[in-house]
């Protein structure tokens, strides 16, 4: 599940470029304030399935009509829309908790009035979707660089990203239902009309606290189990989803 956020900006605001630690810190700070065992826990070690941890959360990157970049700013100049999602309850009611006392987004020195909360419906889950990037997707792996081991960023074409994206929605389900799925297929594709049309100019490389992070804004298509489907809607598609990132829309 999901909340909508539409927030009042007055005049205009001017963000740095990489705003997604912002972000995450509003929603952590959200959680310990209306629960800081929870928040603690969170923070420090999630949820785990096969030696991974996930913290089962995503968000979307502030939307709006008006927007500009200049050099490593983002100038905000129409009303703001942010989707934050997931499939825990404990999570998003603390969060939505602390939002509605609080009626009010903190970004660094803007505070921002909150205009509108709504839960947006649920969509059926179907063995076949195609969604949009409302985040970039980011999938990484560990291959063999100058003869040691570094974590590598999957490109689009990059043949292994498919069963990666399995794989790690795979994990997700186990961390939250303690089980593996039923179903465990599941095919992922970009579309490659799109990048086409866009000559290749699909990725996005974000700094988050000083990593340098690249992911992909793409629209794709799945086919197979639609309880791993939604897991990739709840939680979001790829790694490092509570960092902002792989947060999708049909």
């Not at 100049?77 to 006392?101: C, G, M, N, Q």
């Not at 794989?167 to 086409?196: C, M, S, W």
């Amino acid at each position: 599940m999901r909340i909508k956020i539409v927030a009042d900006i007055g005049g205009g605001i001017t963000l740095p470029v990489n705003y997604n630690h912002l972000l995450a810190g509003v929603i952590y700070r959200f959680l310990a304030e209306s629960d800081p065992e929870y928040a603690a826990f969170l923070h420090n070690e999630g949820y785990a399935a096969a030696a991974k941890r996930f913290k089962l959360f995503t968000f979307s990157q502030l939307m709006a009509e008006r927007r500009r970049i200049t050099g490593d700013k983002i100038h905000f100049r129409s009303t703001l829309t942010w989707y934050v999602s997931s499939p825990v309850e404990r999570f998003l009611s603390h969060f939505a908790d602390t939002l509605l006392i609080e009626g009010r987004l903190s970004l660094g020195q803007h505070h921002l009035q909150i205009k509108d909360v709504t839960i947006p419906r649920i969509p059926r889950f179907r063995p076949e979707m195609r969604f949009r990037c409302l985040s970039p997707i980011v999938m990484t792996t560990t291959r063999e660089h100058h003869g040691k081991q570094a974590m590598h960023y999957c490109m689009p074409d990059d043949p292994a990203l498919p069963e990666l994206i399995r794989q790690n929605l795979i994990r997700k389900h186990e961390a939250i239902h303690g089980r593996a799925p039923h179903d465990d297929t599941l095919t992922f594709a970009f579309d490659k009309v799109y990048i086409d049309r866009r000559h290749g100019r699909v990725t996005r490389l974000i700094d988050y606290k000083g990593i340098k992070i690249r992911g992909i804004m793409c629209p794709f298509r799945v086919t197979g189990s639609p309880a791993l489907i939604q897991i990739g809607y709840d939680c979001g598609f790829g790694d490092k989803n509570s960092a902002g990132f792989g947060m999708v829309d049909i």
